[in-house]
């Protein structure tokens, strides 16, 4: 085969198997992250920075657009998310975001979020943007990018 066909029945393939492996629903992948919003918050609202970081893969990759830090793994996302720890309480609304299922197994998430610390009132707001995945039959971020504004 020429390189062109070559070309043309690679394309053919990963189109079939892209098909035959997205099962996930726009619908599925809303109704997870609805669930995973709820659990998350309660586990960043503890406090605890180990319960915090198990949010992610223990490879997954943390990135803070606004400080240009990329954090590597649990250790590194827990050293990231410290100062979060200081702040209190958030209450976490999305009034904008995107859910688009990749597989069967993932999805990305597109939002801007505004977040108020219960006890100060404070007000941050920002866009993330994540990839969750299920690990051994839990969701979890396997990477995430924040712009706080």
């Not at 915090?52 to 250790?75: H, I, T, W």
């Amino acid at each position: 085969k020429s390189e062109t066909e070559r070309v043309i029945c690679t394309k053919r393939e990963v189109y079939r198997l892209t098909v035959i492996v997205m099962s996930l629903s726009v619908e599925e992948a809303h109704s997870i992250y609805d669930e995973l919003v709820t659990r998350n918050m309660e586990q960043f609202n503890s406090g605890n920075v180990e319960v915090m970081a198990a949010m992610y893969e223990p490879q997954g990759v943390l990135v803070d657009k606004k400080n240009n830090k990329c954090s590597f793994g649990r250790d590194e996302i827990k050293i990231a998310l410290e100062p979060y720890t200081k702040l209190g309480k958030m209450d976490f609304q999305t009034p904008k975001r995107e859910v688009i299922p990749l597989r069967d197994d993932s999805f990305f998430v597109r939002i801007d979020y505004r977040t108020t610390v219960i006890d100060s009132g404070l007000v941050l707001t920002g866009t993330i943007e994540q990839i969750f995945t299920k690990t051994n039959g839990e969701w979890l971020i396997s990477y995430e990018t924040y712009l706080e504004k």
